[in-house]
Structure formats: structure tokens, C-alpha cells
């Protein structure tokens, strides 16, 4: 098989089937780079929706359920786009955290009423007991600041 033959083939697309071992079977089609893709769209477009994601739907990937896979892993199918909007419900998750962990400290009774719960009684112990911490620092800090004005006369 020619050369010529060879690219003819490939141009109609067909499959490369040769007998003599010394003919190179290319059969690789004319797909862009990586920097083209990139910077055409966010990545691969379904030509049946004109979007990406879903090929079925054409909707955006579902999140899946918690750990069900890495999120970082290469050879995911969601796109660039989809990793950062990955990486920044997950950002938010983790403040949304962070924030009631700040709150259960200040408030061991906060968790089950942002639930819709009765707070247990452990949790209203330990609020308790957080609310007498706090009047006697508020005490020990008012007699510090006595102290100090004291000595100033």
C-alpha cells in the first residue's frame, strides 16, 4: 500500500488493514490540541445537545455521593469548569462546617435546635456550664480592671 493510498483511505475514513508489516498504519484522526480545546470551550461538547456534561440529558455532571470517588482524579470525564465548580461547593461545605463548629463551641445546644431538636441533657449541662465560665471570667475580668485602676491612684 502506497502512501497516497494510505491517506486516501484515512480521508474516507476508513479502517487500515494491510498485509505487508513494513506499512505504517497511522490511523489517528485530526483531533486539536490540548491548548486548542482549552481555549475553544470548557470542555467536550456533546454534538447531538451542543453542550457538555451528560450526554444523555445534556445537563451539567451530578455531584456524586460523598467520597464516592477522588475528586481530583485524571481520568475523571468532567471537564476543567466542572473541577473548579467541584472545588468551590466543596470550599463552601467546608466553611458551612467550620462555621457550625465555631458555633457548637459557643453554644453546645445550637446544633439540635438548628436541627429542629429538643437539645439533650448533656447539652444543656454543658451549656450551663459554659454560661457559669463565662460570668465568672466577666467577674475576674471586673476585678482586674479594679485592680488596675487602684494602683493608677
Known amino acids: ?22 506499512t505504517p498504519l497511522t490511523t489517528k484522526p485530526n483531533l486539536p490540541t490540548k491548548t ?16 457538555s456534561g451528560n450526554p444523555q440529558t445534556g445537563e ?14 485524571g481520568k475523571d470525564e ?3 469548569k466542572e473541577n473548579i465548580t467541584d ?5 463552601k461545605l467546608e466553611k458551612k462546617a467550620e462555621e457550625e463548629a465555631a458555633e457548637a463551641k459557643e453554644d453546645p445546644t445550637a446544633i439540635a435546635r438548628s436541627h429542629g431538636n429538643e437539645p439533650s441533657r448533656g447539652a444543656k449541662v454543658d451549656k ?3 454560661d457559669e465560665e463565662a460570668d465568672i471570667i466577666a467577674k475576674m ?7 488596675a485602676a487602684a ?3
Open 1 to 22: 500500500m502506497t502512501k497516497q493510498e494510505v491517506k486516501n483511505q484515512q480521508e474516507e475514513g476508513k479502517k487500515l488493514t494491510s498485509q505487508d508489516p513494513s
Open 60 to 73: 451539567a455532571h451530578e455531584h456524586a455521593p460523598q467520597d464516592a470517588h477522588k475528586r481530583l482524579d
Open 151 to 153: 494602683k493608677k491612684h
Open 141 to 147: 475580668d471586673e476585678a482586674k480592671a479594679q485592680s
Open 128 to 130: 450551663k456550664i459554659v
Open 36 to 51: 486548542k480545546m482549552s481555549e475553544a470551550n470548557d470542555g467536550a461538547i456533546n454534538p447531538a445537545t451542543g453542550t
Open 78 to 80: 468532567r471537564s476543567f
Open 87 to 91: 472545588a468551590a461547593r466543596v470550599e
